[in-house]
Antibody, heavy 119, light 112 residues
Framework: EVQLVESGGGLVQPGGSLTLSCAVSGFTSSRYWIHWVRQAPGKGLVWVSRIHSEENMKTYADSVKGRFTISRDNVNNTLSLQMNSLRGEDTAVYYC????????????WGQGTLVTVSS | DIVMTQSPLSLPVTPGEPASISCRSSQSLLHSTGKIHLDWYLQKPGQSPQLLIYLGSNRASGVPDRFSGSGSGTDFTLRISRVEAEDVGVYYCMQGLQVPITFGQGTRLEIK
């Protein structure tokens, strides 16, 4: 069974840092993409970043470029999103999603983890 | 950035009746491979998004055949042939042709 489980969310002050994790399991293919998508309270979906499972390919939304870093640990089957210089507008539920292609066919999603940036 | 515009934003539907959602992109979503890089997702209340349609018209695994996707270029449609109570939630179109990947604003389907 394919599973993605996010963790690491919580309350952080503006300017602070937080690292989200996405534990993946049950994949039959070794080649896929993991995307991070966020959803502010009561709002729509916004794409944040993506990383390939094997190739050194990473991409970021402009709103997080230079502040967020996506990475993977293929030994432990974990993806991470390190978030620095957090702002109030980063407050959201963060989902990781496994996508078959670079920008389409995101067939498995985690349950999400809430990040709240507030003093 | 490619802007995705959905309509309507709210869609009240009587069970058993059909429903359709429109999604327009500010640029063509036709990839050089000939495939349309547009997906449809449904986010049911309190849940994570789930894939309904990928590459414009392909139903995802386990998705009932009452859901269908169509369109080309910049105009796309998600159709539900007969709405059921379990179909309530917010429907999003998403383009994956260019970074940044972008979503429509979402269409909230509710049962009358």
């Amino acid at each position: 069974e394919v599973q993605l489980v996010e963790s690491g969310g919580g309350l952080v002050q503006p300017g602070g840092s937080l690292t989200l994790s996405c534990a993946v399991s049950g994949f039959t293919s070794s080649r896929y993409w993991i995307h991070w998508v966020r959803q502010a309270p009561g709002k729509g979906l916004v794409w944040v970043s993506r990383i390939h499972s094997e190739e050194n390919m990473k991409t970021y939304a402009d709103s997080v470029k230079g502040r967020f870093t996506i990475s993977r640990d293929n030994v432990n089957n974990t993806l991470s999103l390190q978030m620095n210089s957090l702002r109030g507008e980063d407050t959201a539920v963060y989902y990781c999603a496994k996508c078959k292609y670079a920008g389409t066919h995101c067939d498995y999603w985690g349950q999400g983890t809430l990040v709240t940036v507030s003093s | 950035d490619i802007v995705m515009t959905q309509s309507p934003l709210s869609l009240p539907v009587t069970p058993g009746e059909p429903a359709s959602i429109s999604c327009r992109s500010s640029q063509s979503l036709l990839h050089s491979t000939g495939k349309i890089h547009l997906d449809w997702y449904l986010q049911k209340p309190g849940q994570s998004p789930q894939l309904l349609i990928y590459l414009g018209s392909n139903r995802a695994s386990g998705v009932p055949d009452r859901f269908s996707g169509s369109g080309s270029g910049t105009d796309f449609t998600l159709r539900i042939s007969r709405v059921e109570a379990e179909d309530v939630g917010v429907y999003y179109c998403m383009q994956g042709l260019q970074v940044p990947i972008t979503f429509g604003q979402g269409t909230r389907l509710e049962i009358k």
